[in-house]
């Protein structure tokens, strides 16, 4: 569920979407959107700025069939037998050469065995032995029918899935500049992320826009519920 605002954000007007890494890039290209939250490394034209929130390690998702050591472990070998479920190279290249890159350099002749678009679709073709895919270790967290999550043992050279704030380097602060610069703590950042990550940021009144232009590095607080203290949008 979205908390809903605080008092001196009442009249903000919050829409979340989901959206793929190109089409965030699309929007934020055309001003449709004011922030994404994009898994990086990615492209985004025009002047934009750039703050790392998240780095997750890579488990695999693999049928509850599949066979896994004593230790619950699977090794780069089987999954490369088993042929990889991967979203699609358009979406995220940087992240699905760098799967291929580590399988090859391990000495595994890995295949692409099916691409599918999002997550919940990726564990329903690894559920349907498609193959094996490798996700970020949060996915645990999910209670997939027919999927088990399993180290991988030798995987060190697979790449991180990395989640950034960007947004539009601009001469005035805007409340994107604030959301993506506040130091938040992991409940912060859900609730940052459910009142802030699709609402149409406005530019900030002058008091306010003071103390971010002092104080970058210590904005006004940020609560469970949205921004509290003085953080009018106007």
């Known amino acids: 569920s979205t908390p809903k605002p605080s008092s001196a954000a009442s009249d ?6 989901e959206m793929s890494n190109a089409e965030q890039a699309e929007a934020l290209q055309t001003g449709e959107i004011d922030i994404g939250l994009m898994h990086t490394p990615v492209a985004v034209g025009g002047r934009m ?11 695999a998702a693999v049928p509850d069939e ?6 619950g472990q699977v090794s780069m070998a089987q999954i490369a037998q088993a042929g990889l479920v991967m979203y699609p190279q358009a979406q995220l290249p940087a992240f699905y050469a760098g799967i291929l890159d580590a399988m090859r350099k391990g000495g595994h ?11 919940l679709t990726v564990l329903s073709c690894v559920a349907g032995g ?5 996700l970020p270790s949060w996915i645990r967290t999910m209670n997939f029918g027919g999927v088990r999550f399993c180290e ?4 060190d050279g697979l790449p991180s899935f990395d989640l950034s704030a960007i947004w539009p380097a601009r001469s005035v602060p805007t409340l994107a500049d604030l959301f993506a610069n506040l130091d938040l703590g992991r409940a912060d950042f859900r609730a940052a992320f459910h009142c802030a990550f699709s609402s149409p940021f406005r530019t900030l ?3 306010l826009k003071r103390h971010f232009l002092r104080n970058p590095g210590h904005p006004p607080r940020l609560t469970r519920n949205g921004y509290s203290g003085a ?4």
Do not use: M, S
């Open 130 to 134: 498609c193959g094996v895919a490798l």
């Open 109 to 119: 002749d890995a295949h692409v065995a099916q691409e599918a678009n999002r997550t």
């Open 205 to 207: 009144k002058p008091g």
């Open 66 to 71: 599949f066979v896994v050591a004593p230790d």
């Open 231 to 234: 953080c009018p949008w106007i």
């Open 12 to 17: 903000v007007y919050k829409r979340q979407r």
């Open 152 to 155: 991988v043992r030798d995987g």
């Open 49 to 59: 700025r750039e703050r790392q929130l998240l780095r997750d390690r890579l488990v």
